[in-house]
């Protein structure tokens, strides 16, 4: 008699506990929920990687720390070399961070919910949303299914191609390298078992075809893939206009990057034709979609080049996709409010569309957020690692708030100091540099956006 008066006697307080919880949370803003949500998933993985099993040789707190954060976040700088440093067992950590950050822990969780209850509550239903920036007339629970299944059919393809390529050159347990590096390529996370990340593949069309078809899809945003599928249960392929943005600028910058970096970078010069034509290729991808992958030394290039990095990596991927960056549709947003501007037209149109005044709101304050983190924090770069040349701590802010995780090779002389300052960016920048902001600051209400063509930013 006393067992089950005991486990009602807890039952109750748990009972209204959870509800309480749960009554407390509807009312708080849906970012400071994504906020919390990256931050205990960040914390789990630095306690994880921190155990001897998950360890070859001592990593000291802070390096498992930047690690977990840098895998969570999708950037891929590190501190310590992932392929030497951790276990077979800490390189699946990394992995299923890196997973979790990628298509975000509110897909997962919510896939798993749909799939043992059939349904989102409306609290869960609004944090998903808002983790995606979705539109109102998206269904969320097919949205949700669609990001599942469109991520793990790409990277078990990718995964599949890598294994018989690595096979092909000899790389040592091929099929856990090629798993590993499908699912980084994928969610843009740019981490690699190798110490050089892909240099050694420079020349293999196989190996720079696959990961940069992986980092494109992903980048692009789980979006383009839901309006394919939405056309093609239509049997009408039709568009949104931000899947139409998303599309004709990602193939821009690839263009003119790759022009770019092919006649401003004599390092390069001395490959043959198509070795050379593939590097520049290469470099201008994985700074677009924010994987962080390099084929070729970021430290070799030309300032000219860096400053085209620059330029890509802090616009970066896409929104509703695995890519950081103040996303192609900001940058579209700014373009046309500079147009619109110069030319006195009281509308803001891009490609003939008129965007929202809320969703340019949201253009400019994610503009805004980026300078007001960017500014402190190479400031404080610029003080803690006075032997490090500005243009290098640039590069590394920049690739840090943007999770692209390309590096001129400082990330693991840093500071304790300027390690941490690169943590907060990397964070800043998983969260999104506007959600960021709104956690901190914003009210916990909900606040209706109306729009007229729904550019998401």
Known sequence: ???????????????????????????????????????FYMALGCALLCLPFSQSVPVHLLDNLFTA?????????????PGTSYTFMGELVILLLIQ?????????????????????????????????????????????????????????????????????????????????HSVSAFCTAGFSLNPNSLEDFRGDVGVNATISALSILGAMGFLIAWDVWRSLTRRSFVLSFTSKVILKLTGAFLLAGTAIFFVADPGISALPSGERLMASFFQTMTATT????????????????????????????????TGGGLKT??????????????????????????????????????????????????????LTEPGKEFQMLLFEAISAIGTVGLSMGITGSLSDIGKLTIILLMFAGRVGILTFGIALASKDEE????????LLV
């Open 290 to 321: 924010t994987v962080g992958f390099n084929t070729h030394p970021i430290s070799a290039l030309t300032p000219a080049v860096i400053v085209l990095l620059f330029f890509l990596m802090a616009i970066g991927a896409s929104p509703s996709g």
């Open 1 to 39: 008699m006393r067992a089950p008066r005991m486990i009602g006697a807890i039952r109750k307080p748990l009972a209204v506990a959870s509800l309480y919880a749960h009554r407390l949370m509807r009312r708080v803003h849906p970012a400071k929920l994504i906020f919390a949500g990256y931050a």
């Open 447 to 454: 606040t209706e956006v109306r729009r007229q063509e729904d």
């Open 69 to 81: 954060v840098s895998a969570v976040s999708t950037t891929g700088l590190v501190t310590v070399d």
């Open 329 to 382: 549709t900001t940058f579209a947003a700014m373009i046309g409010l500079v147009r619109s501007t110069v030319r006195r037209r009281p509308e803001i149109t891009f490609f003939n569309r008129v965007i929202a005044p809320a969703r340019l709101q949201l253009a400019m304050a994610s503009s805004a957020y980026f300078v007001m983190l960017m500014t402190p924090a190479v400031f404080v770069l610029c």
């Open 100 to 180: 979790a950050g990628g298509i975000g822990y509110m897909t997962v969780s919510s896939f798993v919910m749909m799939a043992t209850v059939q349904h989102l509550s409306p609290l869960r239903e609004r944090l998903a949303r808002a983790a995606f920036i979705l539109p109102e007339d998206v269904s969320i629970g097919i949205f949700i299914r669609t990001v599942v299944i469109y991520t793990f059919s790409v990277e078990i393809m990718g995964a599949i191609l890598l294994f018989i390529q690595f096979s092909a050159s000899g790389v040592d347990n091929a099929i856990w390298n090629a798993i590993f």
